[in-house]
C-alpha cells in the first residue's frame, strides 16, 4: 500500500507543478498578446499621426496659395521693410497675411 501511496503523492505533486506550469504559461501568452494589442495599438497611432502631418501639409499649401492670390503693392512692401528695417520676404509676408492692407500690417509688426 505504501507503493500506491507514494504514487498518489506524486500525482499530487505533478499536479501542483502542472497548474503552477499552466499559470505560468498562461501569464507569458498573456504578455504576448498584450505586446501584439500594443503594437496594433502603435500601428493605428502612428497611422493617425501620419494623416495628421499630411492633413497638417495641406492645409499649409492651401494657405500658400491664399497668401500667393493676394495681391499687393510693391512699394507698400518697400516701405514697410525699410521703414521697420525687416527683411522684404517678412514684410511682404505680413502684407499678404493681412489682405494688402499696409497700415494692419505695420500695427501687426509693431506690437
Do not use: P, W, Y
Not at 28 to 43: F, G, K, P, Y
Amino acid at each position: 500500500m505504501e507503493g500506491g501511496e507514494e504514487a498518489g503523492a506524486d500525482r499530487v505533486v505533478d499536479s501542483k507543478d502542472m497548474q503552477q506550469q499552466s499559470k505560468a504559461f498562461d501569464k507569458l501568452t498573456d504578455r504576448v498578446e498584450d505586446r501584439q494589442l500594443d503594437s496594433t495599438r502603435v500601428q493605428e497611432a502612428m497611422a493617425s499621426i501620419s494623416a495628421s502631418t499630411e492633413a497638417d501639409r495641406n492645409a499649409m499649401r492651401l494657405r500658400e496659395k491664399e497668401l500667393a492670390a493676394v495681391k499687393i503693392d510693391a512699394g507698400d512692401v518697400d516701405i514697410i521693410a525699410n521703414e521697420l528695417e525687416l527683411d522684404k520676404k517678412v514684410a511682404e509676408r505680413t502684407l499678404r497675411e493681412h489682405k494688402g492692407d499696409a497700415v494692419a500690417a505695420i500695427r501687426f509688426l509693431l506690437r
